[in-house]
Every structure is written in structure tokens, then in C-alpha cells.
């Protein structure tokens, strides 16, 4: 039985089985892999249930220290990318954009109302849920939004040639 099988047999709601951030942590990472696997392959409907998986079982909780908490929303928020890119592959921009948002959200509530970097181990979330909103946003032919989105990826990181070639098509 694999572990995306077991963790969807066990109970959900208040019954769920209480984790350590650690093995939130660890049982999260091992289910992103085995969805990175299906997502290279393609099968972007197995991969997706991995990430929501992952996503599910990373829930900080209120005993855990400010520390632990931000490493579980690091990590919920990569899931959301890896949901993202799969919608995006789908051709579901609506949920994409969705998902990009919130990680854009989540980057800026940490730094302005908690003055605490997301992010600092896993820099090219939020590079990617601005990229991937702008390429929306560009098929779209929101012109505004999708500029917006590539000037702030390329503040993230200056040398990206792809974002410099979407925001010259913008």
C-alpha cells in the first residue's frame, strides 16, 4: 500500500491523527515526490491528489512554536505551487491564479505583518506563482496585471530570460 493510500485511509476532522511539524513535514515532502513523479509523467490527475494530500495533512497547530509554523506554511504554500503548475498544465487559469494569489498573499502578510521572510529555503515559490499568474494574465490579455506580475518576479530574481521575454511580449 502506498503512503498516499494509507494517509487517505486515516481519519479526518477532529479525529485526524495529531502530527509533529516534523512529520508533517516528512509525510508531506514524501507525497510531493511521489506527485513530482506523476507530474513528470504527465498524469497530472495523480499528481494533483498527492499535492492536495500533502496540502491537508501540513496544518500548523496553534501549541507549535512561531518557527514550526512557518516552516509548515513554507511548505503548504509550495503544495499550492505544485497545484498550481498542475492547473496551469490542465488549462484551469482560474484555479491557477487563485492558487498564485494566495502564495503572493501569504509572501507579502509575512514580511509586512510579521517582518519574517518566506521562502528563505524554497526562493522560487514565489517566483513562480508571479510567473505562472502573468502568464494568465497575458493570455488573458490583461496587459497591466501580467507586467505587474513580471517586474515583481524579475525583482526576485533579475536574471530570469524567461520572465524578460513575457513582459517584453506584455
Not at 24 to 50: P, S, V, W
Not at 59 to 73: A, G, K
Not at 110 to 136: C, D, M, Q, S
Amino acid at each position: 500500500m502506498s503512503l498516499y493510500d494509507r494517509v487517505m485511509d486515516e481519519p479526518k476532522g477532529e479525529n485526524r491523527i495529531k502530527r509533529s511539524p516534523d512529520e508533517q513535514i516528512e509525510i508531506g515532502t514524501k507525497l510531493k515526490e511521489e506527485g513530482n513523479m506523476f507530474f513528470r509523467e504527465g498524469d497530472f490527475d495523480e499528481a494533483i491528489k498527492r499535492y492536495e494530500k500533502a496540502f491537508e495533512l501540513l496544518l500548523p497547530d496553534l501549541t507549535c512554536s512561531d518557527e514550526d509554523r512557518i516552516r509548515i506554511t513554507e511548505y503548504e504554500l509550495m503544495m499550492l505551487g505544485n497545484i498550481a503548475a498542475v492547473k496551469l498544465k490542465q488549462g484551469k487559469f482560474k484555479d491557477c491564479s487563485d492558487c498564485c494569489k494566495k502564495i503572493i498573499y501569504e509572501h507579502e502578510q509575512h514580511e509586512e505583518v510579521l517582518n519574517t521572510k518566506l521562502f528563505v529555503n524554497f526562493p522560487n515559490v514565489i517566483e513562480r506563482a508571479y510567473f505562472r499568474r502573468g502568464v494568465i494574465a497575458l493570455e488573458n490579455d490583461d496587459f497591466d496585471q501580467a507586467i505587474d506580475d513580471f517586474e515583481k518576479m524579475l525583482k526576485e530574481n533579475p536574471d530570469n530570460a524567461v520572465a524578460k521575454s513575457h513582459l517584453l511580449r506584455a
